[in-house]
């Protein structure tokens, strides 16, 4: 099995920033791709960074220059750095990691998330 946890969630002040971590455990051969995304209350989830191996990224044009992704060689810890923090970036911020298993299996998990809320 495959676990995948974010922390670094809270209550920030608009302009402020945040690192959220997400740790990966388990039964993994090879983080192949792993994504943040957030979920604000009635809205639908969405994709706002991610890192593959071999250390490409992309960022959602929405938090482009505010949003970085980073993460070890191994994918196991990634971190989202956000700064310059709006109300509009309040959401549950999570993890999900397509994982390369024992005998080439290709399984996707999901962490449980964290949330992040701007407010003055």
């Known amino acids: 099995q495959v676990q995948l946890v974010e922390s670094g969630g809270g209550l920030v002040q608009p302009g402020g920033s945040l690192r959220l971590p997400c740790a990966a455990s388990g039964s993994i051969v090879r983080i192949l791709r792993l994504t943040w995304y957030r979920q604000a209350p009635g809205k639908q989830r969405d994709v706002v960074a991610s890192i593959m191996t071999g250390g490409n990224t992309n960022v959602a044009d929405s938090v482009k220059g505010r949003f970085t992704i980073s993460g070890d060689n191994t994918l196991n810890t990634v971190h989202l750095q956000m700064n310059s923090l709006k109300p509009d970036d309040t959401a549950v911020y999570s993890c999900?990691?397509?994982?390369?298993?024992?005998?080439?299996?290709?399984?996707?998990?999901w962490g449980q998330g964290t949330q992040v809320t701007v407010s003055s």
């Open positions: 999900g990691a397509q994982v390369l298993r024992d005998f080439n299996q290709i399984a996707a998990y």
